[in-house]
């Protein structure tokens, strides 16, 4: 399901059910590089999507803003499909490499169905031992000379997110969301409204607070999150605004 475009015309985002991924690249050329790899049993509509826009050409890479289900859940068939590299943060490669697993959901942060339901999530590290390899400490992304990745913890311990200077363009992944992820309607009808991470897998708000000012700071123009539509104009920056000044306020469970 394409998710409706704001963004500049090489970035285009797909929602695989609860969570999106980013293709990165002019549509008709053959250079590209897919940003995160959704829910379970998405590998085909990403691969859809990508037939769509690039032909049969392979991402150069495949690139994790973190190891959270719903980000490498079809991580494993594209990789069987594609056999590209995979790059994370040096401190989310022990969740990608079968040798942590991330903390339990909290079901009673944020109240909504989506919450509650959040034991269900998995919560597990994965295995990609031989695939994955951390991204370059001076902020460069290997297959994406015009952006830089930017650490942006709190969500995970090594979460990062993607910026482009020529247009401000932010791929934001968890660090802030544009949707009440708490929420099973706000999610079913993708209402638009930035919040912070999703309460029930952030276990680190201080460093989630001081992220989501980072990236304030970095005044983006246009943006796409893990969840929700992408935002852009003033729209982003007064909600993005907001979040920054009371994020202890709106984001911040009360427990």
Same mark, same amino acid.
């Not at 994790?64 to 289900?69: E, I, K, P, Q, Y």
């Not at 339990?104 to 942060?109: C, G, L, Q």
């Given at each position: 399901?394409?998710?409706?475009?704001r963004l500049p015309? %090489?970035?285009?985002?797909?929602?695989?059910?609860?969570?999106?991924v980013v293709l990165?690249?002019?549509?008709?050329?053959r250079?590209w590089?897919?940003? %995160?790899a959704?829910?379970?049993?998405?590998a085909?509509?990403?691969?859809?999507?990508?037939a769509?826009?690039f032909?049969?050409?392979?991402?150069?890479a495949?690139?994790?803003?973190h190891?959270h289900f719903?980000?490498?859940?079809?991580?494993r068939?594209l990789l069987?499909?594609?056999?590209v590299?995979?790059y994370a943060?040096?401190?989310?490669l022990p969740?990608?490499?079968?040798?942590?697993?991330y903390?339990?959901?909290?079901?009673?942060?944020?109240?909504g169905?989506m919450a509650?339901i959040?034991?269900l999530y998995?919560h597990?590290?994965i %295995?990609i031992s031989?695939?994955?390899?951390?991204?370059?400490e001076?902020?460069?992304?290997?297959?994406?000379?015009?952006?830089?990745? #930017?650490h942006?913890?709190?969500?995970t311990?090594g979460?990062?997110?993607?910026?482009?200077?020529r247009?401000?363009?932010? #791929?934001?992944?968890?660090a802030?969301?544009?949707?009440k992820?708490?929420s099973a309607?706000?999610v079913l009808?993708?209402?638009?409204?930035?919040h912070g991470?999703p309460?029930y897998?952030?276990?680190?708000?201080?460093?989630?607070a001081e992220s #989501?000012?980072?990236?304030?700071?970095l005044?983006?123009a246009?943006?796409?999150t893990?969840?929700?539509k992408p935002m852009a104009?003033?729209?982003?920056?007064e909600?993005?605004?907001?979040?920054a000044?009371s994020?202890e306020e709106l984001a911040v469970?009360?427990?």
């Amino acid at each position: 399901m394409n998710i409706e475009n704001r963004l500049p015309s %090489d970035v285009h985002g797909v929602r695989t059910l609860i969570a999106n991924v980013v293709l990165i690249g002019e549509p008709g050329g053959r250079e590209w590089t897919l940003i %995160d790899a959704g829910v379970a049993g998405c590998a085909d509509v990403i691969v859809e999507a990508a037939a769509a826009r690039f032909g049969d050409a392979p991402p150069g890479a495949i690139v994790l803003t973190h190891g959270h289900f719903d980000h490498v859940g079809s991580l494993r068939p594209l990789l069987a499909r594609w056999r590209v590299p995979v790059y994370a943060h040096e401190l989310e490669l022990p969740y990608l490499t079968g040798q942590a697993d991330y903390p339990e959901a909290d079901p009673d942060v944020g109240g909504g169905l989506m919450a509650r339901i959040s034991p269900l999530y998995p919560h597990k590290g994965i %295995d990609i031992s031989g695939e994955v390899r951390p991204l370059p400490e001076d902020g460069t992304v290997p297959t994406l000379p015009d952006w830089r990745w #930017v650490h942006t913890p709190g969500h995970t311990e090594g979460h990062i997110s993607l910026f482009r200077e020529r247009d401000r363009t932010v #791929v934001a992944g968890d660090a802030f969301i544009t949707v009440k992820q708490t929420s099973a309607f706000a999610v079913l009808l993708q209402e638009e409204e930035i919040h912070g991470p999703p309460p029930y897998f952030t276990f680190d708000w201080r460093h989630a607070a001081e992220s #989501v000012r980072k990236l304030e700071a970095l005044k983006p123009a246009a943006a796409i999150t893990g969840h929700g539509k992408p935002m852009a104009g003033e729209a982003l920056t007064e909600g993005l605004g907001e979040l920054a000044r009371s994020f202890e306020e709106l984001a911040v469970p009360r427990h």
